[in-house]
């Protein structure tokens, strides 16, 4: 199977790859890994352990070459339009 987002072109574009972990001990880890080898702008990473999929609210990391930012737990509109404005952000630098 191909890797779409290790081939794509990122040239122009803020490439953010998403990344759901059920173990905390290895989950930053992880997405620093997929950070590097995908060369995204960030990684988006839930840690399934204490968000399970169809909860009503999520917590999210932004991971990035600078470094981790935890948002806060909220409900997941509230969640996906703080990371939009993190994303946007980012892709102005």
């Known amino acids: 199977n191909e890797d779409i987002l290790k081939s794509i072109d990122k040239e122009g574009i803020c490439a953010v790859g998403f990344k759901a972990e059920s173990d905390p001990e290895t989950a930053l ?10 060369a ?3 990684v988006c990473l839930n840690n399934i352990s204490d968000n ?3 909860s009503e609210e999520n917590q999210i990391t ?5 470094g981790e ?3 806060p737990k909220a409900d ?3 969640l996906s339009l703080t990371l939009l404005q ?3 952000e980012i892709a102005r630098r």
């Not at 932004?62 to 600078?66: E, P, S």
Request: aromatic share 4%.
């Open 86 to 88: 993190k994303l946007e």
């Open 52 to 54: 399970p999929f169809g």
């Open 69 to 71: 930012m935890a948002l």
């Open 40 to 42: 995204l702008d960030a």
């Open 62 to 66: 932004l991971v990035t070459r600078a």
């Open 76 to 78: 997941k509109l509230s």
């Open 29 to 38: 880890s992880s997405a620093q890994k997929m950070l590097t080898e995908k």
